[in-house]
């Protein structure tokens, strides 16, 4: 499978591609755990269906020392006993925020809540940050018809 467009080539894109790409960076220097950002991360890029950010998130993941039972499960958060309440929080806002469409008030105030409970301003404004950039990320790769399978973890850091 070839992609549509290269947006690392492309003149028109890497005018913008290069901005996107470091906002990425940014992230994560962001006051939310490596292994929550990760986590949030595939899940967005699962329920999307991005199979580039799954391959890239799910590496990631791994290099960084995350265990496969938990990144076998993330599909499945709420049947999993592997995640801590906090991860929970994180997961559960992520898909919300993800699925507005779905969910046609959007994050509901219970999420919201929840989510407070275990995360500061800080973190949450991260949180929403990244499922927000993810969201963005997806979309752009699955347009573009992005192969996946050959990222080499930390390719883009």
Known sequence: MD???DYFTA?????VIK?????GKALKDLPLPAATQELVALRVSQING???CIDMHTKDAAAAGETS????LVAAW????????AERAALELAEEGTRVADAAGGVSDEVWAYAAKHYDEGQLTALVILVSFMNAANRLNIIARQPAGDYVPGQFH
């Open 11 to 15: 003149p028109s894109a890497g005018k």
């Open 3 to 5: 992609a549509r467009l």
């Open 78 to 85: 709420r049947e999993a006993t592997v995640f801590t309440e």
């Open 50 to 52: 991005c199979a580039v």
């Open 69 to 72: 039972v938990r990144l076998n």
């Open 19 to 23: 901005y996107f790409m470091s906002a």
